[in-house]
Structures are given as structure tokens and as C-alpha cells.
């Protein structure tokens, strides 16, 4: 066994441990703070998948921007946990669901994609980010600037909808 | 189009759709803003468009002296129908403008006249806001004809035929709720329909004519038909043969010949200015220029020629024994037009166009005359009767006991029913009371009887002449009616001017105004002096070199001392029995007629104009009714409305109706419907448990979708 | 080396474990992180492929997925808070009221 391969495994179980801990925990703070982990793990498998780039906006993003987020609206409605969620008789169907989609996917990796692709070593070059900002602002500049338009929108609608209305809290 | 360049005359010949133009402005005018030009400003608009449509027709006389051969003045396209292809063309020869003249000249005259008639005549009816529209007709009148004599195809000449028959219902009807003394009646709305249906038989042989020659011919330009007609008359003899006689149907109709001239006698209901313009002078020679026109089918056909000669001639010499008969002014004067008229169409029936057209152009002068004269002769009664009613000695006064509850438009309404203005045996002795009139009215019965050299002599002559020379039989009609003709106008000038006044209004009676005058001195000239544009001697037939060019070459027979002789003794003659009869002995008030003791039944049959209008309402119109009231009785209500409608329909409907609605409808329909909404309704009561609002469920169900399609791509 | 398929099976395993989370939970919060970690196994995916086929594609596409969650993120977090502030609540199954 390779040091990459025992490193993958070991971040494996810690990205899968906390993905069950959100899922499990009763309390929305301790899941948000176990997605964290979770997310930074990731960002560790896209830095050996040579990509630092998306390693570093995960960070940022979503380990940053998107999970203070969260935090911030938890804080702010003050409602942590909801009592009796877990109830036993209504998971036996999504736990079927889950388990049947986890099957099928692996099987569907196994039949499509096979057990002993490996990754190339040429990896150098997808690691450049200024190669990527190339084919980013030359092939794909029109979805980049929808993207820009986008996040745009999504701040007016996000304010629009956050906002108190004078007249609704009149009434 | 014809035209050269080099000459500019030739370039007048653009200008004659205006003789259209002209009169279909007036009538706009008229019929949009007659009621506030009043009416001076009406007659000023009417005559003046009618004179410019005179002027152009000049115009297009003068350019035809220079360019004999005419042109053909296309404005539009008309009909493009398959192989048929008709252009609204204007057609200039010497004949269409012959007859442009003659309407435009004529007609131009009455509209002045017109003013002063229908000025005295809207308030004798008690409307005078029915002046504008009087001047509307007629200018659409002066338009249908232009249309109809400047054609260059039978369908537009048709067009043309049918609106002066439009204009002549109209003007018939024009007092449609009053008869001719102001009464209420109905009379000259049944005279209308009278003559617009008598026309419609005649229209119909003319269509049939149309059809005919559109089948054989393969067109109704009148150069193509020509040009068709030689060949189609060598592989169908009788095809021409039967197109000449379906147009003399048409003919009939329209120029009043037999069998369908009774419309023309009822159709002087109108008011005088219309009896002279289209019931004397151009409307009724349609037929005569129709056949004239079409000279190079009639020229094919002998039989053809035949027929058209004998009606016109036995015509001639039938109405003119009814006119000897009657008492009305204007009757006679009717009569007299539909015997003129026979005369003319025997003429161009015999080939002797130039005679026919001749006879057309200066009758439209003298009968014009005649009738405006006439109408002058009424309305001085008219004046007459109302100065008569004020003076204190009147004779004739209300009934006391009528009087007392009547008003005083109704008091004259009362006295008028007892006295006839167009009565000559009302009339007498106005020679000194309306001098102008009397001389005018002279010089058109002396041309009228063919009195050398007035212009009935030299027309009527040559007409007899040809006659003599082709056919003998229509020489002798004609002989005959032309001795009648002489003999009562003679009756109707003694009965009229001279004498003893029979009547007080006729003692009172008053010359008409310069209005009136002026239009009846100008046609009396013409009357006296029109017979001099063909004079039947070697070098001066001009109208006859004139019509050459339309017509082809002409034989002009040489003058024959014989036949002007023979009639100028007769007419003469008849001129003296006349006297011998009515004015030696003059008739006093009340006498009866001097010819009736003599001739007896004879004279009964002219005074009933041998009962020919009770034969055709025992003929036609009676059994034409029963047949109606029977189809209305039998077919119509008891057939259809009573069995088919009711029995048949009704209740063959309701039982379909019944049978239908329990098994089909309600058996059947309804219950698949009601099955469908209640499986629809249960499905749906199941299907909205689905529904259940939760997210999660729908997403297990995403879910589920998901699984369900990875499954598939996994077994594919 | 590490085997492509180990990281699309890993993938699998923290997408099916996002899906179980959106289906058993019932804080609105809670279901909207599983959303992003549902996200996150697609992106992981992606990588993976990225490296495989020595392309730049998957890579760009994650990058798009990231700005697409941050908006999405900023939207749904503000109608959680909207829905709360009219309902006091942050349970899913209250959210009801569109029951056939």
C-alpha cells in the first residue's frame, strides 16, 4: 500500500464520518461544523487530484463563505434542534432509497468506468491555474459572465426576500 | 388607341370619357348638396354638366372631322375571365358621336327647360323638395346613355342599356305616391313597374342576343364580333338569324315596338321634361342605334332583315290608328313616338341606316319639340285653372258641403279631380293666349307630318323612299301610318290652338316664362332646319358621306319625285280632313269626337287603343296572378309552409329529435360520459393522496424516479 | 495510485448519504446542507474525471457549481428566513399548505 493510498482512505473515513455526523447530529450547529470538516477533507482530495484551484475555492467558499452562512442564519432564527426527528418507522424508506442508490452507483462506476483505471502522471499541467483562467476567459467567457449576472440576481433576490416589509409588519 | 401623333387634334379624342365624367359629377353634386344650392343652383349644376358632356361630344365631332377614322379611348380593364377580356373602352366613330351629339344637344335643352317645369310642377304636387332629385336622374340618365352609345362592346353597351332603364323607372315613378293631377295614387309606380318589366322580357332577347354571340363569336367587342361574324354565318346560317331576332326583342322592349311597346303610352306619367329627353328623343332610339350598330350582323341575314323591317312598319301603322283615337296631349304624342319609332326601325331593318339614323336625329328635334311644347300647353292650363279658381265668377267651386271640412290644400286637391290639364277636349283657342308655343308647337307637327322642307319631310321621305325601292309591303304600312301621322297632329293643333275654348282655364290660360321658351325656339330651329344636313340630292347627303365612315360604303338612291309627291299629297290631304272634321265645325264642350259616328267600332277601338292593354292583362298579367296566388296558395303555404314545413320537417324532426335523445343520448352518451367522470373523478381521489404537501415524500419519490432510471442504464 | 474508481465510489457514498439526509430530516437547514454535500460528491466526481481525461472541462465546471451554490445558498438561506419570520418554524413538514 502507497502513502497516497492510505492517505485517501484515512481522509475517506473522516469525509464519510462527518457527512453521517451532519446527517446524524440533532443539533444544526454541530451539523454545520461537521460539513466543514467534511468540505476541507474534500479540498484535500482535490489537492491530489491535482487541482489547487478548486482546492482553495472550496476552502473559501464553502468551508468559508457558504457554511458561515449557515452559521449566521442558525444563530439568527436561535432554533437549534427539533425534538423526535429521527423516527424509526419513517426512515425504512429512504434508508431503502439511500442504499439502493449508494448500490447502484457503485455498481454503475464498476460496469461504466472499471476497477483499475488509474490516475495519469502527467497531472503537472492541469495543476496550473493560469492555464485554466486561459481556457476559462477564452472558451467559456460568456458562461462566465452569465455566472457574474447570476450571483448578481441572486444578492437583489436574496436582500429583496430578507428584507422587512413596512407594510406587512404593520398589519 | 388610334391616334397620330402629328395632329393634334387627335388628341381631343382622350377627352371623351368626360361626356361620363361631366354628367356623373353633376348628379354627385346634386345628390350630396342639392338641398342647400336651392333650386337655381340645382338646374345651373345639371344643365352645365349636361352642357359640358355637349361640349366634349363637340369637341370629339370636331376632332372626327380631321381623323374620320375614329379611335377607341380605352380607360380600364373591365373583365379578365378566362379567354374573355373586356376593356372599358370609349368608342369614337362618326355614329357614337352622332348620337353623343343628339343626347348631349337634346338633353342639355330639357335640363334648361326643365328648371321652369319643375319648378311650377313641385308646387303644384305640394313637394318641392323633390326638385334636386329630379335633376339627379336626369344627369344619371345623360350618363347611362353616354354610356350605352359610346360603348365599344356589347356587355358595356348593356351596362349602358340597362342604367337608362334604371333612369326611366325612376323618372316614370318620379310623382310614385301622386297621379298626374296630384292626387294620391298609385298610378305611375304601377306605370314604372309596367315599363321597367315590359323591358326586362325585351333585356332578357337581348342577353339571349349576348349569349349567342359570345358562344359563336367567342367575344363582345364589336371589331371581333364583326370580323367572326362572315365566317359564323357561312357554318351557321341561322345562328346570325337568331341573334338578329333575339335583338329585335330586345329592340322591342326598349324602343317600344311590338309587341312590347304598352309600357311607352303609361310611361308618360313622368314628369313632360322626361317624356321629351328619354320617352321621345334618346332613350326609345336605342334600339334603333343598337341595330344600326350592329349593321354588319343584320347585314348577314336577310330573314333578320325581313322581320325587323315588318315589325317596324306594322308598328308605325298600329300606333298611329291608336293615336288618332286619344285625348290626352301627351298620349298622342306617345303614340306618335312608338309609330316615328316604327318607322325608324323598319328603316334600319330594310339596311337604310343613314335614312334610320337620319329619321332618329331630327324626330329627337321635332318630338322633343312637341312634347316640351305640350308640357308648356299643360302648364298654362295649369295657370290658367289656378287664376280661373280665384276669380269670383267661377263656374267651378268646391262642393259647399265638402268644402266646410276640408283645408284648403285638400279644397284644391278636390277641385283638381274634376278638371285635366292634358285634356285637349279641355283645351281650344290658345293660339292668341300662348303665341310662342303655338308657333313652336306648329313647326313640330308640320315636320312631324312631313310638310316640305321642314325636317320630318326630308327624313321621312327617304325612310319611305328605300322602302319603295326594297320592300313594298313596308312602303305601304308606312305610307298609311305617315297619312295618320298627318291627319292627328292636324286633329291635335285645330282640337288645341284654334277654336273656342272649351274649358275656362283654357280662356285663362298663360304663356310660360323665357325658361320654358327658349329651349322650345332653339329645338323649333332645329325642327325646321335640321332635314338639311341630307338632302337626298347628289353631293349633298353629308350626313350620309358622315356616316360612311362608320358604316361603309352607301348607295344613295336618286330623289324620287314619285314618292315625296305621293306622301307630301297625303299628308296634305290628311292636314285638310282634319280641318274638314274638327275645324270647320269646332267642337263645343262635352261634344263628342266627329270621327267616332263614322267609323264607330273602329273609332272605339283607337279610343281603346284596341283593347290591346286589357288583352295583355287577360293574356298575361291575369293568368301571371292566378298562377302567383295558386303558387302562394298551393305551393307555397299548403306545399311547403303547411306539409313540408310543418309535417315533414317539424315532426319529422321532433321524432328524430325523440328517438336521438332517450336510447342515443341518454342510453349511450351520457353514460360513457358519466363512466368517464366518475373513473376520472376516482382516479383523481386517489392520485391526490400523492399530493400530500411534504417535501421529503416528494423528494423520495425524485428519488425513487432517479433509482429507477440507474437501474435502466445499469440492465441496459 | 490511487484507483479513479475509489474516488467515484466515495463520491457515490457522500452523494447517496446527501440524498438520505434531504429524505429524513426535517430541519430545512439541515436538508439544505445535505443539498451542498450532495453537490460536493458531484464536484469530487468531476475532479476525478478532470484527471482522467487531462482536461480542463470538469475543473471549470466545478467552478461554475461553486458560484451556482453560492447564489443558491444566499437565496435559500434568505426564504428560510423569510419562512420563519411568518411561521416561527424551520420544520419542512409544517410546510404544508400546498396538500391536494
Known amino acids: 500500500m502507497s502513502l497516497e493510498l492510505i492517505l485517501f482512505f484515512v481522509l475517506a473515513i473522516i469525509a464519510i464520518a462527518t457527512a453521517l455526523g451532519m446527517l446524524l447530529s440533532r443539533s444544526a450547529v454541530y451539523s454545520a461544523l461537521y460539513l466543514v470538516v467534511n468540505f476541507v477533507s474534500v479540498a484535500i482530495f482535490y489537492l491530489l487530484l491535482d487541482a489547487p484551484f478548486i482546492a482553495l475555492s472550496q476552502i473559501a467558499v464553502y468551508a468559508g463563505a457558504i457554511m458561515v452562512l449557515f452559521l449566521f442564519v442558525i444563530m439568527l432564527i436561535g432554533l437549534e434542534t427539533l425534538g423526535g426527528e429521527l423516527n424509526w418507522r419513517q426512515l425504512v424508506w429512504p434508508l431503502a432509497m439511500g442504499i439502493l442508490l449508494l448500490v447502484q452507483g457503485v455498481f454503475l462506476v464498476i460496469q461504466r468506468v472499471g476497477r483499475d483505471v488509474y490516475i495519469g502522471q502527467t497531472g503537472t499541467q492541469l495543476s496550473d491555474p493560469s492555464l485554466m483562467a486561459r481556457v476559462l476567459f477564452t472558451d467559456y467567457l460568456l458562461p462566465f459572465q452569465v455566472t457574474a449576472v447570476l450571483l448578481l440576481v441572486a444578492m437583489i433576490g436574496a436582500i429583496v426576500l430578507s428584507k422587512r416589509e413596512k407594510s406587512n409588519q404593520e398589519a | 388607341m388610334l391616334l397620330s401623333e402629328a395632329n393634334p387634334a387627335a388628341g381631343l379624342f382622350v377627352l371623351v370619357p368626360w361626356i361620363v365624367f361631366a354628367p356623373v359629377i353633376g348628379l354627385l353634386i346634386n345628390a350630396f348638396a342639392g338641398k342647400r344650392l336651392g333650386e337655381r343652383g340645382v338646374g345651373w349644376v345639371a344643365s352645365l354638366a349636361s352642357g359640358a358632356a355637349f361640349l366634349v361630344s363637340a369637341l370629339q365631332f370636331y376632332a372626327l372631322t380631321l381623323h374620320p377614322e375614329g379611335a377607341q379611348v380605352k380607360i380600364a380593364e373591365w373583365i379578365r375571365i378566362g379567354q374573355l377580356s373586356l376593356d372599358w373602352t370609349f368608342r369614337v366613330d362618326s355614329l357614337s358621336v352622332t348620337m353623343m351629339l343628339v343626347v348631349s344637344g337634346v338633353g342639355t335643352l330639357i335640363h334648361i327647360y326643365a328648371i321652369g317645369y319643375m319648378h311650377e310642377d313641385v308646387r303644384f304636387k305640394h313637394d318641392p323638395a323633390r326638385f334636386p332629385r329630379f335633376f339627379v336622374f336626369l344627369n344619371l340618365f345623360i350618363a347611362a346613355m353616354m354610356i350605352l352609345v359610346s360603348a365599344d362592346n356589347y356587355l358595356m353597351l348593356f351596362v349602358g342599356w340597362e342604367g337608362v332603364g334604371l333612369c326611366s323607372f325612376l323618372l316614370i315613378g318620379f310623382w310614385y305616391d301622386l297621379d298626374t293631377l296630384g292626387r294620391s295614387s298609385w298610378a305611375n309606380s304601377n306605370a314604372a313597374k309596367k315599363a321597367f318589366i315590359t323591358n326586362r322580357v325585351g333585356d332578357f332577347g337581348f342577353l339571349i342576343a349576348g349569349f349567342l354571340i359570345f358562344w359563336y363569336m367567342g367575344s363582345f367587342a364589336f371589331s371581333e364580333v364583326f370580323a367572326a361574324a362572315p365566317e359564323v354565318a357561312k357554318t351557321h346560317p341561322w345562328v346570325i338569324t337568331a341573334i338578329t331576332v333575339f335583338m329585335l326583342v330586345g329592340v322591342a322592349g326598349k324602343s317600344a315596338q311590338i309587341p312590347l311597346y304598352v309600357w311607352l303610352p303609361d310611361a308618360m306619367a313622368g314628369p313632360t321634361p322626361v317624356s321629351a329627353l328619354i320617352h321621345a328623343a334618346t332613350m326609345v332610339t336605342a334600339g334603333v342605334y343598337l341595330v344600326t350598330r350592329s349593321f354588319p350582323l343584320f347585314g348577314l341575314t336577310h330573314d333578320g332583315q325581313y322581320i325587323v323591317a315588318t315589325v317596324g312598319a306594322v308598328t308605325a301603322l298600329f300606333a298611329a290608328t291608336i293615336a288618332v283615337g286619344q285625348y290626352d296631349i301627351k298620349k298622342v304624342l306617345a303614340y306618335s313616338t312608338i309609330s316615328q319609332l316604327g318607322f325608324m326601325v323598319a328603316a334600319v331593318g330594310m339596311g337604310a341606316y343613314v335614312a334610320g339614323m337620319f329619321h332618329l336625329v331630327t324626330h329627337a328635334f321635332f318630338k322633343a319639340l312637341l312634347f316640351l311644347s305640350a308640357g308648356s300647353v299643360i302648364l298654362g292650363l295649369e295657370r290658367g285653372h289656378h287664376h280661373g279658381h280665384h276669380a269670383p265668377s267661377s263656374p267651378v267651386l268646391p262642393p259647399q258641403g265638402a268644402g266646410n271640412s276640408l283645408s284648403h290644400g285638400e279644397i284644391d286637391r278636390v277641385k283638381e279631380e274634376v278638371f285635366d290639364p292634358g285634356d285637349i277636349r279641355n283645351m281650344g283657342g290658345l293660339r292668341a293666349r300662348m303665341p310662342v308655343t303655338f308657333w313652336v308647337y306648329l313647326i313640330g307637327a308640320l315636320a312631324l307630318a312631313g310638310i316640305f322642307p321642314l325636317a320630318g319631310f326630308w327624313s321621312k321621305d327617304e325612310i319611305l323612299l328605300d322602302a319603295f325601292l326594297h320592300y313594298p309591303h313596308v312602303y305601304w304600312l308606312l305610307t298609311l301610318a305617315a297619312f295618320l301621322t298627318a291627319f292627328y297632329m292636324g286633329r291635335q293643333v285645330w282640337m288645341v290652338f284654334f277654336g273656342k275654348a272649351r274649358h275656362e282655364a283654357a280662356e285663362h290660360a298663360q304663356e310660360s316664362p323665357s325658361v320654358i321658351t327658349i329651349p322650345l325656339i332653339i329645338l323649333a330651329a332645329l325642327s325646321a332646319f335640321g332635314g338639311f344636313i341630307n338632302l337626298p340630292f347628289k353631293g349633298f347627303h353629308q350626313f350620309g358621306y358622315w356616316l360612311e365612315h362608320t358604316l361603309g360604303a352607301i348607295e344613295f338612291p336618286p330623289f324620287n319625285f314619285m314618292v315625296a309627291g305621293v306622301s307630301t299629297v297625303l299628308a296634305l290631304g290628311a292636314i285638310a280632313l282634319s280641318w274638314f272634321l274638327y275645324q270647320r265645325k269646332p267642337l263645343e264642350h262635352g261634344q263628342t269626337d266627329p270621327l267616332a259616328k263614322p267609323l264607330g267600332l273602329v273609332f272605339v277601338g283607337m279610343e281603346q287603343k284596341w283593347f290591346i292593354d286589357e288583352a295583355y292583362q287577360f293574356l298575361f298579367v291575369q293568368p301571371y296572378r292566378a298562377l302567383a296566388s295558386w303558387l302562394a296558395q298551393k305551393v307555397d303555404w299548403d306545399f311547403w309552409h303547411e306539409w313540408f314545413h310543418d309535417s315533414v320537417l317539424v315532426k319529422g324532426f321532433v321524432t328524430l329529435a325523440r328517438l336521438l335523445a332517450d336510447p342515443v343520448d341518454l342510453g349511450f352518451i351520457d353514460r360513457v360520459s358519466y363512466w368517464l367522470s366518475d373513473a376520472i373523478r376516482a382516479s383523481a381521489e386517489t392520485l391526490r393522496k400523492l399530493q400530500n404537501g411534504f417535501v421529503r415524500s416528494y423528494a423520495l419519490s425524485v428519488v425513487l424516479g432517479v433509482a429507477a432510471i440507474l437501474g435502466y442504464l445499469l440492465l441496459k | ?100
Open chain 3, 1 to 100: 495510485m490511487v484507483p479513479v474508481s475509489y474516488y467515484l465510489v466515495l463520491s457515490a457514498i457522500l452523494f447517496s448519504l446527501g440524498a438520505l439526509g434531504v429524505l429524513i430530516r426535517r430541519n430545512s437547514l439541515v436538508i439544505f446542507m445535505s443539498i451542498e454535500l450532495m453537490l460536493n460528491a458531484a464536484n469530487l466526481a468531476f475532479v476525478a474525471f478532470t484527471r482522467v481525461h487531462e482536461t480542463f472541462s470538469g475543473q471549470i465546471f466545478v467552478f461554475f457549481v461553486m458560484a451556482v451554490a453560492a447564489a443558491e445558498v444566499a437565496v435559500g438561506l434568505a426564504l428560510i428566513v423569510a419562512i420563519y419570520r411568518s411561521r416561527q418554524s424551520v420544520d419542512i413538514d409544517q410546510l404544508s399548505s400546498l396538500k391536494g
